[in-house]
Every structure is written in C-alpha cells, then in structure tokens.
C-alpha cells in the first residue's frame, strides 16, 4: 500500500516540476481575460459615435481597466523573474525560437499598449482617470501628438490579436498534435 502510494506520488512531483507557479498561473489567465476583455471593448467603443454618454463611459472603463491589466503585467514580470521557468518539452529548434519570439513580442505589446494609450491620452485635455483619480497628464491638448499615440496603440492592438492567434494555435499544436502536455504548464 505504501509502495502504490510513493510510485502515484512520483508522476505528480515531476509533473508539477514541469509548471508554472501558481501565482504565474493566475495572473496568465487574469491577464489574458483582461486582454481580451478590452480589445473586444476597444473594437466596439471605436464605432460608436462621437458625443454618446455611454461611449464616454466605456473610454474611461476601457482605460482604467488597462491600467490595471498593465499593473498586473508589471507584476507577472517582475514575478516570472522571481520563479523558476519549467522547460520546455523537446522541440525543434525553430520551434523553441518561434515560441520565445511570440512571447517576447507578448510582452513588448502588453506593456507598449497602455503606455500608447496612456500617452494618447496625454494631449488631450481630458487625460486619464484611473478609476476616478485623475493621473498627471505628460502631454498637452496636441491633435497632431494624440493621434501619433494612438494610431501606435491601434497598430499594437492589431499585433496583439495576431500574436494571441500565434500563441493560442501553438499551445493548441502542442496539446493536439505533438500531445507534449506542454498545455498543462499552464492550466490552473
């Protein structure tokens, strides 16, 4: 009986060698949910038109809810600095290449994104209100500089859905074709 349970206990701690910390875990999928969350709001509030209460609304919705998904970025780096990264199952080397491309381009695009638009809304003279507390403005009523910041914000939001793609198809080739369980890393 001790012996069944030692050798099932086994597959267990290596598989749990093999994951993300649990902190790292929770903030993936917070971080992704938010994400998501906000270029759906962000696509939708864009088409509405100008002057509509509800389209004021969801613009400070949208930038209070960014800023805290860039808070929780923030904090995922500074973390997955702090934990052990499991590694990677065997992979082609293009493979392995592609994967820490995609992420780092992740990355870059969640932390370029609220700052775009944080300075966006810079040169303009209503700024950002960060769940009601207004935050300095680094800019001025500028058209010219607004509409700089926020095409970079637009163009990163686009990239962010490709890589999201990218990212969301290769765990999914790994969980169905190569049947690595390199999606378990991850899930809660």
Known sequence: MTIARSSSALPRARASAHRYAGSLI???WLIALGIVGMLALGLYMVGLPKGLPLKATLINLHKSIGLTVFLLVLLRIMARVAF???????MRPWQRAAARTTQG???V???GMPLSGYLGSSFNRFGTRFWGVLLPKWGWDDAGMRALFFGIHEVIGYTLIVLIVLHVAGALKHQWIDRD???A????
């Open 26 to 28: 929770a903030l993936h």
């Open 84 to 90: 052990h990264r499991p590694p990677l199952p065997p």
């Open 105 to 107: 381009l992740l990355y």
């Open 109 to 111: 695009a969640m932390v």
């Open 181 to 183: 369980n390199l999606l």
């Open 185 to 188: 890393r991850m899930l809660p």
